[in-house]
């Protein structure tokens, strides 16, 4: 079965400090990662993605992320935060199975960006 | 571009009733939609996928007689969710995937629902 590791509920972070948002997943299928924000009472915004290819995958607003194959994680980064970015942040995999393709998401992170 | 819309952004029901929510492609077609349940605090929890022209697929333990999805149109999802009780308050998001691969989707802002 798969599964989405979030493993920090929150994480607090100081203006212009880098963060780190940490996502494990397993699988004994071929995934396809994802990170989203969500800000209050709103829907999800894509930040990046990965697919195939670079395993250093730079997303919106300054964020990146890099897949480790070994080490099964997915893991976003900023290097200096924003007030802005205060916000709930899924991880999240896609794979196939049974002729369609499943969703699952993390338990999400709150980052809290203090000024 | 990709941009999901749901109708309305927020409703209050009586216990009983039945409320439909709407979610629409704006800019693109999308093949497939998915529906989801999100308590506060808590992850997304899919509960049905719809594809075009077909009946939805749900979840294990959505009941699919109380949460009605239809898919008329390659722009258009509703969920209905009928006989509405308390425990059914919750925010409900769609996403739309341009194609039957699911490796993007787009959410919708989602539906407050609020049943007194």
């Known amino acids: 079965a798969q599964s989405v590791t979030q493993l920090d509920s929150q994480v607090p972070v100081f203006e212009e400090a880098p963060v780190e948002l940490r996502c494990n997943y397993s699988?004994?299928?071929?995934?396809?990662l994802f990170w989203y924000v969500q800000y209050p009472n709103q829907g999800l915004q894509l930040l990046l993605k990965y697919l195939s290819g670079s395993t250093l995958v730079k997303g919106i607003n300054g964020f990146e992320a890099e897949f480790n194959k070994s080490q099964t994680s997915f893991h976003l980064r900023k290097p200096s935060v924003h007030i802005s970015d205060t916000a709930e942040y899924f991880c999240?995999?896609?794979?196939?199975?049974?002729?369609?393709?499943?969703?699952?998401f993390g338990t999400g992170t709150r980052l809290k960006v203090l000024a | 571009g990709a941009v999901v819309s749901q109708h309305p952004s927020w409703v209050i029901c009586k216990s009983g009733t039945s409320v439909k929510i709407e979610c629409r492609s704006l800019?693109?077609?999308?093949?497939?939609m998915f529906w989801y349940r999100q308590f506060p605090k808590q992850s997304l929890m899919l509960m049905a996928t719809?594809?075009?022209?077909?009946?939805?697929?749900?979840e294990q333990g959505v009941e699919k007689d109380k949460f009605l999805i239809n898919h008329a149109s390659l722009t258009l999802s509703t969920l209905t969710v009928t006989s509405a009780h308390p425990e059914d308050s919750s925010f409900y998001i769609c996403s739309a995937s341009p194609r039957t691969g699911v490796y993007e989707q787009y959410f919708g802002p989602g539906t407050r629902l609020t049943v007194t």
């Open positions: 999240a995999v896609s794979y196939h199975t049974s002729g369609t393709y499943k969703y699952i």
């Open positions: 699988s004994s299928v071929s995934v396809y």
């Open positions: 719809s594809n075009e022209g077909s009946k939805a697929t749900y």
């Open positions: 800019d693109f077609q999308a093949t497939t």
